[in-house]
């Protein structure tokens, strides 16, 4: 079937394309790597300050001993918590810096945000809690509605403890409880503690000169300034009116920000270091009788099937058919047709072939929204598919047919310099009158880096120096040394998912459920032992894909990190090989089968 945008009848010179991609990396390898982002932290923390609340919120601290406290009040602290409920578990704590529950759909507010994956299997809990989605791929104020909602749902408020952040988290050997102290003045003394600090909670700014220098408006995506643009992240940004902006990046946010700043802005430079391939969206209103007659259990299996299909996993029907699934349903078509065990075409080749049809299909694409043939060349990307996160719009690509949207292409090499005035970038300076860095997170930055406080586990041991020569985990969710304590989103040695709400909640019931066996049968601490964590290093290693050569001909992005994928470990590298469906079997039959071999109860 043709879509409109050439899917078939694609041709193209492999090997062309393969030295125009390494060239395209070499232009955007850098010598400080990831080194070149500064982390809004220190003396760069008013960049993180929270817009959306009052200032001068106070509250008596608590003094309270709990069974179990959740760190972080986002998707994943909601699923652990709502599983919690649903497990019966009643004597509880949510601590969340934020002035509400929604985590990444609490702080990201700006114009256009949306999310890429199907609502209908992201947005977590909906068969239980009601929520209809309007549109297939929702806005961010829905799914940050539905947070609330899901807050509301399971008397979650109640447990909250909002615009709070932890200070000390110390195991206290003696009274067997994790021992947490609080910016508010808080003390809990908590049985179990989950953390569940997100993936995109660490903002990354710029590390170019002059970033302090602007004289104008500057923020980053993540903290939205309405006051300054008029308007909301439907539109309405009626402030921007012949003001001149600049946009700086063009990954997932920036995507959904130039076509609303666009409408509004009287000019709008959108500042571009590497184009990114932008997939089609093809969003749609839902259908509410389709979805109200869904049997129960409809969500669950709806999201395995999509994890099914973008993991390569056969299936033999596709209910979400939408385009993140096209690469490897194509990879599982070329395998049907030409791989044969012991002959000459081996799975990658097969899955260069899909990539590089994927990505001339991408390319085409932008040859043809754009008018200009010379701006389409400098919007066409030029690297694997799955060298940065898929992108999806159908807005971005024709915003550049627009007088007043100027593409500043810097070939690879980034924007210079920040001034008093705007931006340097080619050697030229841009005036402008605002500056929205869309320069993204630290995604995945282990858990002892996300939240700024230290974990002391049995004797003070600290998870960096457990983690000091290698990485050891059980599953990714529990450390020896750190009774009683789990990580909900672990990646590192654990697993992820485009669908990230996914493998949030395998992640969380497999907590609640470890920590509910606990609190049964009045155990005081459960801790894996380090020969557990040697057999999951061994299982980890065993069923390792090596990434390293894919990773090393990627153009530079977070999951190479910034190039660097030899030397460090990523977000992607680490997880468990043998995918997010296989993991999820493998921890629940550890639960029925293992988990006395491989814990330390007392
Ligand atoms: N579900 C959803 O719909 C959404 C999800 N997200 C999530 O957030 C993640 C982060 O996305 P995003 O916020 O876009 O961040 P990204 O890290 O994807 O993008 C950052 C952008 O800033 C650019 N950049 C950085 N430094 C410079 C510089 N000195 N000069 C010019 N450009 C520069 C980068 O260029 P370069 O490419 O060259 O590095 C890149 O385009 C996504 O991967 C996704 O997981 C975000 C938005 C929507």
């Known amino acids: 079937m043709m879509d409109g945008v050439g899917r078939e009848n694609v041709s193209y010179d492999p090997v062309a394309l393969r030295k125009k991609y390494l060239e395209e990396r070499d232009k955007r390898l850098k010598k400080e790597k990831d080194g070149q982002y500064i982390e809004a932290a220190g003396d760069y923390e008013d960049f993180v300050a929270d817009p959306y609340v009052e200032p001068g919120f106070t509250r008596e601290p608590i003094i309270e001993d709990v069974d179990l406290l959740i760190v972080g009040g986002g998707l994943g602290g909601l699923q652990t918590a709502a599983e919690a409920v649903k497990r019966g578990v009643t004597s509880f704590k949510i601590v969340?810096?934020?002035?509400?529950?929604?985590?990444?759909?609490?702080?990201?507010?700006?114009?256009?945000?949306?999310?890429?994956i199907e609502a209908y299997i992201y947005m977590p809990l909906i068969e239980e809690v009601g929520t209809v989605p309007?549109?297939?791929?929702?806005?961010?104020?829905?799914?940050?509605?539905?947070?609330?909602?899901?807050?509301?749902?399971?008397?979650?408020?109640?447990?909250?403890?909002?615009?709070?952040?932890?200070?000390?988290?110390?195991?206290?050997?003696?009274?067997?409880?994790?021992?947490?102290?609080?910016?508010?003045?808080?003390?809990?003394?908590?049985r179990f503690v989950s953390i569940s600090q997100g993936p995109l909670a660490k903002v990354k700014l710029p590390g170019i000169p002059g970033i302090r220098a602007f004289k104008g408006k500057m923020f980053h995506s993540a903290r939205w300034d309405y006051g300054y643009t008029g308007g909301d992240a439907q539109g309405g940004l009626t402030k921007l009116t012949g003001k001149k902006v600049g946009v700086l990046g063009t990954?997932?946010?920036?995507?959904?920000?130039?076509?609303?700043?666009?409408?509004?802005?009287?000019?709008?430079?959108?500042?571009?270091?590497?184009?990114?391939?932008?997939?089609?969206?093809?969003?749609?209103?839902?259908?509410?009788?389709?979805?109200?007659?869904?049997?129960?259990?409809?969500?669950?299996?709806?999201m395995e099937n999509f994890l099914s299909i973008v993991t390569g996993v056969p299936v033999s029907e596709n209910l979400v058919n939408d385009h993140w699934g096209d690469l490897w349903l194509r990879f599982g078509e070329l395998m049907h047709a030409h791989f044969k065990p012991g002959g000459d075409v081996s799975p990658e080749t097969l899955m260069q072939q899909a990539d590089f049809e994927k990505m001339e299909q991408m390319r085409a694409r932008v040859a043809s929204e754009i008018r200009n043939p010379e701006l389409a060349e400098k919007l066409k990307p030029w690297y694997n598919f799955l060298c940065k996160r898929p992108l999806y719009s159908d807005?971005?690509?024709?915003?550049?047919?627009r007088d007043n949207v100027i593409l500043v292409d810097t070939d690879g090499r980034g924007v210079e310099r920040i001034t008093e005035k705007g931006i340097i970038a080619n050697g030229r300076e841009y005036e402008l009158d605002l500056i929205v860095l869309a320069t993204g997170f630290d995604v995945g930055a282990p858990p002892h880096k996300v939240g700024e406080y230290e974990?002391?586990?049995?004797?003070?041991?600290?998870?960096?120096?457990?983690?000091?020569?290698?990485?050891?985990?059980?599953?990714?969710?529990?450390?020896?040394?750190?009774?009683?304590?789990?990580?909900?989103?672990?990646?590192?040695?654990?697993?992820t998912a485009f669908n990230f709400t996914h493998t949030l909640q395998m992640q969380a019931e497999h907590a609640i459920a470890i920590i509910n066996y606990c609190l049964d049968r009045g155990i005081k601490t459960m801790e894996v032992?380090?020969?557990?964590?040697?057999?999951?290093?061994?299982?980890?290693?065993?069923?390792?894909?090596?990434?390293?050569?894919?990773?090393?001909?990627?153009?530079?992005?977070?999951?190479?990190n910034e190039g660097n994928f030899k030397e460090k470990p990523t977000y992607i590298g680490g997880t468990y090989g043998g995918g997010p469906l296989e993991y999820e079997q493998l921890?629940?039959?550890?639960?029925?089968?293992?988990?006395?071999?491989?814990?330390?109860?007392t």
């Open 455 to 495: 974990v002391l586990g049995r004797n003070g041991l600290t998870m960096e120096q457990k983690w000091s020569n290698d990485l050891r985990t059980v599953h990714g969710t529990q450390l020896n040394g750190f009774p009683n304590f789990h990580i909900v989103g672990g990646t590192a040695q654990g697993t």
């Open 395 to 401: 807005e971005f690509l024709p915003v550049f047919n």
């Open 587 to 601: 921890i629940a039959r550890w639960r029925d089968e293992d988990m006395m071999r491989d814990t330390i109860i």
């Open 529 to 560: 032992t380090p020969e557990a964590e040697e057999r999951w290093h061994g299982i980890i290693e065993a069923k390792h894909v090596d990434h390293q050569k894919f990773y090393e001909e990627c153009t530079p992005g977070f999951l190479n």
């Open 134 to 190: 309007t549109e297939r791929y929702a806005v961010g104020s829905e799914i940050f509605e539905h947070a609330k909602a899901i807050g509301r749902h399971f008397g979650l408020y109640e447990h909250a403890l909002f615009q709070t952040k932890i200070e000390t988290m110390a195991w206290d050997e003696d009274a067997a409880r994790w021992i947490v102290s609080t910016d508010r003045g808080d003390t809990i003394r908590a």
């Open 96 to 116: 969340e810096q934020a002035g509400d529950f929604g985590g990444t759909w609490y702080w990201n507010r700006y114009p256009g945000v949306r999310c890429d």
């Open 251 to 302: 990954g997932a946010t920036a995507v959904q920000i130039v076509p609303k700043v666009s409408e509004y802005a009287g000019e709008l430079y959108v500042f571009q270091r590497t184009p990114s391939a932008i997939d089609i969206r093809n969003n749609s209103k839902t259908d509410v009788a389709w979805l109200k007659s869904q049997p129960s259990g409809w969500q669950r299996k709806r």
